[in-house]
């Protein structure tokens, strides 16, 4: 009991530990929990959609997405069906939100059921692309002739609540 006195003014002790350790485990865990977020903040899966430049004539519009590996490990993408992949927003010139088309609401009917169809398992290196379409027009009612944009995001099961969006394109319809 002697020594626990004797040491004591000179190591202050805060619940049974010594301050210094305890400054010492938050000032780690504030770096870790730092470093864990820049790294799971940069490392993503990056979506990039092309449209058409000139004015759509045609029905059948398909954009062209390209998903890119952000990360510094190899990333395993599925590609099943692009209304099951994909989420999109679609707005009208005045930014209300186009409905989706009957064949778009059941194909994007995803859940917990097994699908007919397609599963192709993509690995993608770091800095690698794979390219997928999505038919706009067949999800969306894109009936008026007009300007609309578009925005794609994708979430991956492996990481939950994680959505990567690509970029905002603008469509126009000609009558």
């Known amino acids: 009991m002697k020594l626990s006195q004797d ?10 530990y010594p301050h210094r350790l305890i400054r010492t485990c938050v000032l780690l865990l504030m770096v870790g929990t730092h470093l864990a977020l820049a790294r799971s903040a940069g490392e993503t899966l990056s979506l990039t959609i092309a449209s058409p430049d000139t004015v759509i004539r045609e029905s059948n519009l ?3 997405v390209t998903m890119t590996n952000r990360t510094t490990q190899p990333m ?44 192709i398992r993509v690995t993608l290196k770091p800095g ?3 390219d997928e379409t999505y038919p706009i027009d067949l999800y969306y009612g894109l009936t008026r002739p ?18 990567v969006r690509s970029n905002e394109v603008l469509l126009k ?3």
Request: hydrophobic content about 35%; overall charge negative.
């Open 7 to 16: 040491i004591s003014p000179i190591v202050p002790r805060c619940g049974g």
């Open 62 to 64: 398909v954009l062209l």
């Open 76 to 119: 395993t993408v599925i590609k099943s069906n692009p209304g099951c992949d994909f989420s999109a927003e679609v707005h009208d010139a005045d930014g209300k939100s186009v409905p989706l088309t009957n064949a778009g609401a059941e194909l994007s009917r995803c859940g917990n059921r097994l699908m007919p169809g397609r599963w």
């Open 128 to 130: 690698e692309s794979t």
């Open 146 to 163: 007009g300007a609309y944009t578009v925005q794609l995001s994708r979430e991956f099961p492996s990481q939950p609540n994680h959505v």
């Open 173 to 175: 319809l000609a009558e």
